[in-house]
């Protein structure tokens, strides 16, 4: 079954963006990734990163800085036997749908703020920082969350572009 992250945990935050005075962009993601950015575009990309995920429920590096103004593509790869997914969000959204993903294991999320990857496969997420300050991540899938697969994003004020 296909959820979006959207529908079980911002049903509140989407009400309030429904209101003239947002423009509906054609994204949806998480309003806790939306405080520090936006999905961001290939040709935008100033760096990547890249992130290995394994069953030790480890992200690796688990923190990571960037600078406000970056767009940064995450090259997230898969080292287990094992799905594992990055998913941007605050800790309250985090938790909320770490536990839907026990609920239902085998929800699929299609959304700007996330990436699953099959075991020995990578994907990619492109995030534009537009503001500084820290964002969470973790792996939702099925008890991966509670075993600790998270980490936090700092994007430090200042602008990229300028450097």
């Not at 480890?58 to 406000?68: C, G, L, Y």
């Not at 964002?135 to 300028?162: P, R, T, W």
Request: one cysteine or more; glycine letters at 10%; proline letters at 4%.
């Amino acid at each position: 079954m296909k959820i979006s992250l959207v529908t079980p945990l911002l049903c509140s935050g989407l009400l309030a963006l429904s209101s003239a005075a947002h423009a509906d962009t054609g994204h949806h993601h998480a309003d806790g990734a939306a405080a520090l950015g936006q999905p961001g575009i290939v040709v935008d990309v100033t760096h990547t990163v890249k992130i290995d995920m394994a069953d030790n429920m480890r992200f690796t590096p688990a923190n990571i800085r960037v600078k406000q103004g970056e767009t940064v593509k995450f090259l997230v790869v898969n080292n287990g036997k094992l799905k594992h997914e990055m998913v941007i969000g605050s800790p309250a959204q985090l938790a909320e749908h770490a536990a839907l993903m026990r609920k239902m294991p085998e929800m699929e999320h299609e959304d700007d703020n996330q990436v699953s990857v099959a075991p020995g496969a990578s994907g990619e997420l492109i995030w534009k920082f537009d503001r500084a300050g820290t964002v969470d991540f973790a792996c939702l899938q099925a008890g991966h969350y509670e075993a600790g697969m998270k980490g936090q994003i700092v994007a430090s004020a200042g602008n990229a572009d300028a450097q």
